[in-house]
């Protein structure tokens, strides 16, 4: 490494080294969610119009297909978790007024589903025509076809049919920032358990358990999924070797050698950030989930196992298990078969989570959800599925239809998938 991407690696260490003793609020967080939209017939809607609404009130942004927008939440205090269900509750309010304004002769409904069900979604290019969207169009159809259950995906459609639900928390500093990503790392998996909800996907009901997050890590070409470090960070500057390491994305506008456009297009599970005054971990891997409620549940899963965690030093699993798990997670869920029976792994981290959250005086109302998940063996993505079996008339666009529609009056009414 050269040039002036290795002065500017040299300048971020030197940041860094700077800033080992700072004291800045612990687990400030901040969301973003990606939803799309389909009509009552089960096709893809132009989200544009909506943003532009929707942008009156909330931060918004267009993503990369063009029936997908997101939101995004400020840092908030993790002492008003709260304030993140009162906000998506309100947004979801808002977001069905400004449907019915936008859409005036058409029924549009949003689906917070990580997979889009559409049957038509590949069928047309849906590419909101930005350069940075189209140049990774063009440069993902040199990659080979995805094979999936039979059925094939070329992969510069993919991410045109995946959205998100990314976590950002804020660390204390640069050294409890490495501890936060290596202890997420180990929940990777048991997130994908509890909380998968993308088994209905482009028309199909999947097998396996977590058909998004296998598509996407293979559109990218190993420029996703679990991270490819080779052990456990000692320290933040092991991160930015890590990041300066990786092949960049080749594009117009964007140079290969800036640090920062790399940390962008390492679409990891979870990523440090370190393109703002703060030090803070983003964790990519869980789906969206289709309630306020579930989010906040998967929030106080995160901080909780966290706090405990690093307070008392636990014992960092092996990296080649938890990658191990995390595959299996993907194509089998509870059925998966490992080294370690996964329900217990993840009962025991839901129990640190509790008393990590006690610890704090935060409560633990809304994790209770993944527990009675954990319990009954389910998922978002296992409700979906079984709704499915259940209405399914040979009608694919009909029953995609009704069930998003049950899912979106779910989502408003604030009732999570048991």
């Not at 700077?18 to 973003?32: A, T």
């Not at 983003?282 to 309630?291: D, F, L, W």
Request: with cysteine; net charge neutral.
């Amino acid at each position: 490494m050269n040039g002036p991407l290795a002065d500017q690696t040299l300048d971020l260490k030197k940041r860094v080294q700077d800033d080992i003793h700072r004291w800045d609020e612990l687990y400030r967080v901040g969301v973003e969610i990606e939803i799309c939209l389909l009509d009552d017939k089960a096709l893809p809607v132009n989200a544009h119009p909506l943003i532009k609404e929707l942008s009156s009130r909330f931060d918004m942004d267009a993503e990369y297909g063009k029936c997908q927008f997101e939101v995004k939440t400020e840092p908030i205090s993790m002492h008003d978790l709260a304030g993140i269900n009162t906000f998506f509750v309100e947004f979801i309010d808002f977001l069905e007024l400004s449907i019915k304004k936008v859409y005036r002769n058409k029924k549009v409904i949003p689906v917070f589903l990580g997979g889009n069900p559409s049957p038509d979604i590949f069928k047309k290019k849906f590419i909101t025509r930005k350069e940075r969207y189209l140049n990774f169009f063009e440069l993902q159809k040199k990659f080979p076809a995805i094979e999936i259950e039979g059925q094939k995906f070329k992969p510069n459609t993919i991410a045109t049919a995946i959205q998100g639900f990314h976590l950002h928390l804020q660390g204390l500093n640069p050294i409890y920032t490495a501890h936060m990503f290596n202890y997420i790392l180990n929940l990777l998996p048991s997130a994908i358990l509890v909380g998968s909800n993308s088994r209905l996907f482009a028309g199909k009901l999947f097998s396996m358990y977590e058909p998004r997050v296998y598509l996407y890590d293979h559109s990218e070409q190993q420029n996703s999924g679990f991270p490819a470090i080779p052990k456990y960070l000692d320290r933040i500057d092991d991160y930015i070797n890590y990041i300066a390491s990786r092949p960049g994305t080749e594009t117009k506008n964007e140079n290969p050698q800036d640090y920062f456009g790399l940390e962008k297009d390492r679409h990891d599970d979870i990523r440090i950030r370190l393109n703002s005054p703060n030090y803070r971990v983003e964790s990519r891997i869980m789906s969206v989930q289709p309630t306020p409620k579930e989010i906040v549940a998967m929030i106080e899963f995160f901080i909780g196992f966290l706090y405990r965690s690093i307070l008392e030093g636990k014992p960092l699993r092996p990296l080649s298990s938890i990658r191990e798990e995390r595959t299996a997670m993907v194509r089998s869920g509870y059925d998966a078969k490992t080294h370690f029976n996964v329900s217990d792994t993840v009962k025991t981290q839901l129990h640190v989570a509790k008393q990590g959250l006690k610890d704090l005086g935060l409560g633990y109302e809304y994790i209770r959800i993944l527990e009675r998940r954990l319990e009954a063996r389910t998922s978002p993505g296992q409700y979906v599925a079984k709704r499915w079996e259940s209405n399914y008339n040979g009608n694919v666009y009909q029953t995609v239809s009704e069930i998003i529609e049950h899912v979106w009056e779910k989502t408003k009414a604030n009732s999570p998938l048991l």
